[in-house]
């Protein structure tokens, strides 16, 4: 797209300019957004009118400079945060506080709904990481049989089976992402949400991190990556959304279109003028 329009976005690539509302809730749809803002303490805003709509089985890259708002985004796509004004609604449900304080309606959203948060310092908690692991299950009240097996298959999945008896504190950072990434493989939720998934990554880890976001997109699942990294969301998007700094939509489109506007990248802190056209052909077409 590339036009600076904050719109919605629809299966298809489909694109309605802000301001059309949908008469009713789309079940194509996992996550409908419209018109929210949010605020820190009533003072620092952190979103500034979002309308967009994220479709089952996509992969979308929220695309923005730091302290745009998209982790903001995605953690009120998780449920910790609520919007100060408009409305999300995930599943085909509202998703709102009152609605989470129902333990049913709370338990069938975080058995589908999943965030890796940027630090994962703040996300690992446990003692070892089979038992960090094992936590998600555990609180699905499956079977000791069922729970182990999706430990197994996790831990085998990620790469990490020599790391069980390891306390996640220990490890390193490439490590401990893969831990979080475990934890929540073990949830098998049916959507991903990614806060700046490869920031402390070395070359080798990000390279593989990009191969799991694509198999876990080509099995179906909804993804939703929060990153400033131009070339990791030409690798993994379906579709990119891009934030400005004054915390708006400033565009939504198909990787190619946004990578290729340099007008639009350069206005919202993304690139600059010196990018030479060789990175920017690299990137848009990756």
Not at 243 to 260: K, N, W, Y
Request: glycine share 8%.
């Amino acid at each position: 797209m590339g036009s600076g329009t904050a719109g919605y976005f629809y299966p298809g690539g489909h694109f309605r300019p802000v301001g059309k509302r949908l008469r009713k809730l789309d079940s194509a749809n996992i996550f409908e957004i419209e018109h929210v803002f949010f605020d820190y303490d009533g003072k620092q805003q952190a979103l500034n009118d979002i309308s967009l709509h994220i479709p089952a089985g996509s992969s979308v890259v929220i695309l923005g400079a730091n302290g745009c708002g998209k982790s903001t985004l995605l953690k009120l796509l998780d449920g910790p945060y609520f919007p100060s004004q408009g409305q999300i609604s995930a599943f085909g449900s509202p998703l709102t506080e009152e609605a989470l304080r129902d333990d049913m309606a709370n338990f069938a959203f975080r058995r589908k709904v999943g965030l890796v948060f940027q630090d994962s310092d703040v996300q690992l908690f446990s003692p070892s990481v089979l038992d960090e692991v094992a936590f998600a299950p555990l609180q699905l009240g499956l079977s000791t049989a069922e729970v182990e097996q999706r430990v197994e298959e996790a831990l085998q999945a990620l790469r990490i089976e020599k790391l069980r008896d390891r306390a996640p504190h220990r490890l390193s950072g490439g490590e401990k992402r893969r831990v979080a990434l475990a934890s929540l493989l073990s949830l098998r939720p049916d959507v991903w949400l990614l806060d700046e998934p490869t920031t402390g990554l070395d070359p080798r880890s990000q390279a593989w991190l990009v191969d799991f976001i694509l198999q876990e997109q080509n099995s179906g699942k909804t993804l939703v990556t929060a990153t400033h990294d131009l070339e990791i969301a030409g690798k993994i998007a379906s579709s990119i959304v891009v934030f400005d700094e004054d915390h708006r939509i400033a565009a939504v489109g198909q990787p190619g279109d946004i990578l290729r506007n340099h007008e639009l990248l350069h206005r919202c802190n993304l690139a600059h003028y010196h990018l030479s056209a060789l990175e920017a052909e690299k990137n848009s077409s990756s």
